[in-house]
């Protein structure tokens, strides 16, 4: 029996350090999910667009997509938008532009480095220095106009720490998670947290970069959303509900993928918007 017992430790020593080594050597694929594309990809979008390409360091290119307002006044302003993990430009993102193009403003979303057409990977180096250049040459043409920065799931993080240091006029999260360790946490119950914190090269603590946020927060967040959970947000808007232009909506029954479908998105949008 305690020959049995002792083999029994020893296998489940080996499978503990065996899964936390694979952790640290494929963390990059399981937290970006990188997907890419052919540099001969037409684009199909149910909005006008153009695409571009933003040069961020020496031979790196990423791609992106420009939706121009189509009011008949000038434009306001510009939408700077991250999207999620796993997905590109290759979905329709005409669908989230519209939803700004017809109030007034320009909207833009780029593939980080890695994804779709865009070069590179991402490394701990260039996490934060992509989304900071993206904001300032996309800026540098709205000079005088508004600028907001918006994250859906994972991009939140990258929004939040840009608009942490940029000062942009408003920052919209589309189910924001309090931090990539917070989420590691839950998907690997098993690792302690201490652990966890050793291994993890991309921490992305958006509850830190919230802090240091000064513009107006819109905040949404499904009840129903089994990718980032609920309580994420409400933890993350505890940090921030004491300001008074900060604002959480719940979406009751809504999901990861779905909330610009529920009756509260659009009209929480343009409530935010006239606050501006």
Not at 36 to 46: A, D, E, G, V, W
Not at 75 to 98: E, M, Q, Y
Not at 133 to 146: A, F, R
Not at 199 to 224: A, R, S, W
Request: hydrophobic fraction near 35%; glycine fraction near 6%.
């Amino acid at each position: 029996m305690k020959r049995f017992f002792k083999s029994f430790l020893i296998g489940l020593t080996l499978l503990f350090a065996g899964n936390y080594v694979y952790l640290y050597n494929a963390q990059d694929s399981l937290i970006f999910h990188y997907k890419t594309l052919p540099r001969s990809y037409n684009f199909q979008m149910s909005q006008k667009f153009e695409e571009r390409t933003y040069s961020v360091d020496r031979g790196i290119q990423l791609n992106a997509l420009y939706f121009p307002q189509i009011t008949e006044e000038e434009s306001k302003g510009v939408v700077i938008c991250f999207h999620g993990r796993g997905t590109n430009l290759s979905r329709d993102w005409g669908k989230l532009a519209a939803l700004y193009i017809h109030r007034g403003y320009d909207f833009i979303i780029y593939d980080y480095r890695g994804f779709g057409k865009s070069d590179g990977h991402i490394d701990p180096q260039n996490i934060y220095n992509d989304p900071i250049k993206m904001y300032e040459i996309v800026t540098s043409e709205y000079k005088g106009k508004k600028t907001i920065v918006m994250g859906r799931s994972m991009g939140t993080n990258f929004a939040t720490f840009v608009a942490s240091i940029k000062k942009p006029d408003a920052l919209i999260l589309d189910a924001p998670f309090y931090s990539m360790l917070d989420m590691a946490c839950l998907t690997k119950p098993y690792i302690p947290r201490i652990l966890l914190e050793k291994i993890l090269k991309y921490p992305m603590y958006t509850n830190q970069h919230i802090k240091k946020v000064d513009c107006p927060i819109l905040i949404f967040h499904g009840t129903e959303d089994n990718t980032v959970p609920y309580c994420e947000s409400v933890r993350l808007f505890d940090i921030i509900k004491h300001k008074q232009k900060n604002h959480f909506v719940k979406l009751e029954g809504a999901d990861h993928f779905s909330l610009a479908q529920h009756p509260e998105y659009e009209p929480s949008i343009d409530a935010f918007l006239k606050e501006l």
